[in-house]
């Protein structure tokens, strides 16, 4: 039997319904839910991100402002915008669109954003309380990736969870989220060996690598969840880190496109919605 196709439009719909509520229910109380993004440079990918995110905020009856810093922006420039925001009151989330141009220092830059409106959670801050099982922001896509398991019912307590890239962004909150909900977790990355030896035993297993078609059928335990996060642009479209074939392996898979990117703008409306929610709506 073909793998059940994790619906992350469908699942992301309901979110940003729920976000819709919520930010109507700020508005009744006085609170404009305000999210500022700053976008440095012309990356083509992170113009179409931003547009993205725009648009499901406006959906949402979130306000946004993209703040738009030129190609050579200095890194003095770029922190006093930070700073600028973190400053005012009628911003509640702040968002650092990466990849930065080669330039400039994300770790200095991240570092800056307010933890209080870090609603991507990347700061260091977020990062040590989702570390230590405090309540903090969570970055997008593995708490996507979480509310998809949940949505279709798969269990993690007890299982073995495999993780395959240790990205600050996908791969490390992804193992401690995991973890939090009692899988035996595997992070996997390119130094690992024998990784299809640990892929086949993963009941729930996480491709965020980066290249297209990486994860074979071979690899896959069969009836285990693959959940593709891979985002690739080849020739003949989007595709994810998962190739086609597992389909006739995995017992749940997501789809690229309309699996796990669709639940990380959902997931950034979330946290901002929880960010206004602290100014009292
Ligand atoms: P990254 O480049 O920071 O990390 C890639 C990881 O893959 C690294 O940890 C590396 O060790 C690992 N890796 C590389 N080659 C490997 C190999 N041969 N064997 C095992 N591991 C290997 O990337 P990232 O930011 O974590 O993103 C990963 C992918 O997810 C990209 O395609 C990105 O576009 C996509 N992404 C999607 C979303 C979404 O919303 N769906 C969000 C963020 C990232």
């Known amino acids: 039997m073909p793998a059940i196709r994790m619906d992350g439009r469908a699942v992301a719909a309901r979110w940003k319904e729920e976000a819709r509520k919520r930010a109507e229910h700020c508005l009744e109380h006085g609170v404009t839910p305000h999210l500022a993004v700053i976008l440095a440079g012309e990356d083509p990918a992170s113009r179409v991100y931003v547009r993205n995110k725009e648009n499901a905020c406006a959906k949402a009856g979130i306000r946004s402002t993209v703040i738009r810093l030129a190609q050579d922006c200095t890194q003095e420039e770029l922190e006093k915008t930070v700073l600028t925001l973190n400053e005012d009151p009628g911003v509640h989330g702040?968002?650092?669109?990466?990849?930065?141009?080669?330039?400039?220092?994300?770790?200095?830059?991240?570092?800056?954003?307010h933890p209080d409106k870090d609603v991507d959670g990347f700061h260091a801050?977020?990062?040590?309380?989702?570390?230590?099982?405090?309540?903090?922001f969570v970055p997008c896509t593995p708490l996507g990736v979480m509310k998809?398991?949940?949505?279709?019912?798969?269990?993690?307590?007890?299982?073995?969870?495999?993780?395959?890239?240790?990205?600050?962004?996908?791969?490390?909150?992804?193992?401690?989220?995991?973890?939090?909900?009692?899988?035996?977790?595997?992070?996997?990355?390119?130094?690992?060996q024998g990784l299809a030896e640990l892929t086949r035993q993963a009941d729930i297993l996480v491709a965020a690598v980066g290249k297209p078609?990486?994860?074979?059928?071979?690899?896959?335990?069969?009836?285990?969840?693959v959940i593709d996060v891979g985002i690739n642009r080849t020739q003949d479209g989007l595709t994810g880190d998962v190739e086609e074939r597992a389909a006739d392996?995995?017992?749940?898979?997501?789809?690229?496109?309309g699996g796990v990117g669709q639940m990380t703008i959902a997931m950034l409306l979330s946290n901002t919605l929880d960010a206004a929610e602290r100014h009292g709506c």
């Open 94 to 113: 702040i968002l650092v669109q990466l990849p930065l141009p080669k330039h400039l220092c994300e770790a200095r830059v991240l570092a800056l954003v």
């Open 125 to 136: 801050m977020n990062a040590g309380r989702l570390m230590i099982g405090q309540k903090g």
């Open 148 to 192: 998809l398991l949940e949505a279709y019912g798969i269990p993690i307590c007890g299982k073995h969870a495999v993780i395959i890239g240790r990205s600050n962004i996908v791969g490390k909150p992804m193992a401690m989220l995991l973890l939090a909900a009692n899988a035996t977790v595997t992070l996997c990355h390119s130094h690992t």
């Open 213 to 225: 078609g990486f994860v074979t059928a071979e690899m896959i335990k069969p009836g285990a969840a």
């Open 249 to 257: 392996v995995a017992g749940f898979l997501t789809p690229v496109p």
